[in-house]
């Protein structure tokens, strides 16, 4: 932050008043107000972190603080203040205690840019003098974190991503859009190795950085296995360029050739040729050690890939020995007998139950049967031979008739049945008719044919 003009600044910023008493110092005693207290600390805690993010950092110091909000040839006075409070509550960290906290493989890189001291400074000293160093680096706890995760996914994002090593100087290339210095990068790099996705080493001199891959909690150590890839890779890289070169090479000997032939230089132009040829030896034999590595390449990314399946088998056995630790083929047919014979008592309860309510069903029914057969008592007889009764008018519509006669005439016929016996078998069965319940002989009666006779 050179000038407090290369980022927004707060509306209160032109109200002199309100500079005035945000300019000055803090009180010793914050009980005294803590209402301005804790209103200025507020708001230069917010411009702080605002500066650094519009600059692209995560690093202050009191100078660079200074330099960037001095108003009308005034700095404010209680920014050492601040620092102090920000770093007792955590928000702030000594550049030198955030790099030594990690690992102290960092000391071997020899970064200038990481102020390492030998003996490893503590807050203690910070709170216990009101006196802040004008030129002490402090990393902002928030703005680090945040740089991190925006580097992790750059590199996850690139065509890095397949590579879990790479070198420093790539890596500052692929960050170059997120951070804005090596001293930056740096410290995105200390606050990822705290959170275990990337690890630090020194390989013959050269500056490497481990990165987690996909699907791991966290990232291993950098194994001679790795370096080994690495060295291929590094390899690989560099026999493709080389190829490419040795490409360019032998087509600019053909344009050569063809040039001085154009200009009737035949022995220069077959020269040429014979160097295009040469050119093209060597790249092929470069194409066939590229070919040579890139195989064993393809071959340790399948054996990975074996030993990740490999991996999971045991961990998928591992599991179900234990799933089946207390399942054996006995306690399985114990369990299918003890639930048939619950099955079996629960269907002996249903039909116990069935019975019972099938019993009182046909109780009802021989009840129902003996009251209809009392209602069919209760009926008087029915009448034999007599005729039905008539269902036809008294009167036919359309006939007319005589008042006196109309009803007769509409009355049924009297029915008459032919005798089959004469007079005198009724008469002889009627002799001998006689009363013996009652010890009374037989009365002499008229015969129904001589009625009919006397009728007539």
């Not at 107000?33 to 500066?51: E, H, P, R, V």
Request: hydrophobic share 35%; aromatic share 6%; with cysteine.
């Amino acid at each position: 932050m050179s000038n407090a003009t290369e980022m927004t600044l707060p509306p209160e910023w032109d109200d002199d008043e309100r500079m005035n008493f945000m300019f000055s110092d803090f009180n010793e005693n914050r009980d005294v107000n803590t209402t301005d207290w804790d209103s200025k600390m507020d708001f230069w805690t917010a411009l702080i972190l605002k500066g650094c993010r519009n600059r692209g950092t995560v690093c202050v110091s009191l100078q660079e603080l200074n330099k960037t909000f001095r108003r009308k040839e005034k700095s404010p006075l209680g920014l050492a203040t601040v620092i102090q409070s920000m770093a007792r509550c955590g928000k702030i960290q000594r550049e030198s205690e955030f790099a030594a906290n990690v690992d102290c493989g960092w000391l071997s890189w020899g970064v200038g840019l990481l102020l390492v001291k030998p003996l490893k400074w503590t807050f203690s000293t910070l709170l216990g003098s009101s006196q802040v160093p004008l030129e002490e680096s402090f990393v902002v706890i928030e703005l680090v974190k945040e740089k991190a995760a925006e580097l992790l996914k750059v590199y996850r994002g690139s065509e890095f991503a397949s590579r879990s090593i790479l070198s420093f100087q790539e890596l500052c290339t692929l960050s170059s859009e997120v951070c804005a210095d090596e001293s930056t990068l740096c410290m995105a790099l200390l606050q990822l190795q705290r959170d275990k996705q990337v690890t630090v080493s020194l390989h013959d001199g050269e500056k490497v950085v481990k990165f987690c891959q996909a699907g791991q909690a966290q990232v291993s150590l950098v194994s001679d296995v790795d370096l080994g890839i690495y060295q291929l890779q590094r390899s690989e890289k560099l026999l493709e360029e080389r190829v490419e070169k040795l490409g360019l090479e032998a087509d600019k000997c053909r344009e050569e050739a063809r040039v001085l032939l154009r200009e009737g230089k035949k022995s220069q132009a077959l020269r040429c040729l014979r160097g295009r040829k040469r050119v093209e030896k060597r790249a092929d034999s470069l194409f066939a050690k590229l070919e040579s590595i890139r195989g064993i390449l393809d071959r340790i990314a399948q054996s990975q890939t074996d030993k990740t399946v490999i991996q999971a088998y045991q961990a998928g056995v591992s599991a179900l020995r234990l799933s089946l630790k207390d399942v054996t083929v006995e306690r399985a047919e114990s369990l299918v007998d003890q639930i048939q014979e619950l099955c079996d008592t629960q269907d002996e309860v249903n039909q116990t139950i069935s019975s019972g309510v099938n019993s009182a069903d046909a109780d009802l029914d021989e009840l129902e049967d003996e009251l209809k057969a009392l209602l069919d008592e209760s009926k008087p007889d029915s009448v034999s031979g007599l005729p039905e009764v008539p269902t036809k008018g008294l009167r036919p519509s359309g006939e007319p008739g005589l008042p006196g006669t109309d009803l007769l005439s509409s009355l049924p016929a009297v029915p008459y049945t032919p005798l089959d016996f004469t007079a005198e078998q009724l008469e002889e069965e009627l002799n001998q008719l006689t009363l013996t319940d009652s010890g009374f002989q037989k009365e002499k009666r008229t015969s129904p044919a001589k009625r009919v006779e006397s009728a007539q």
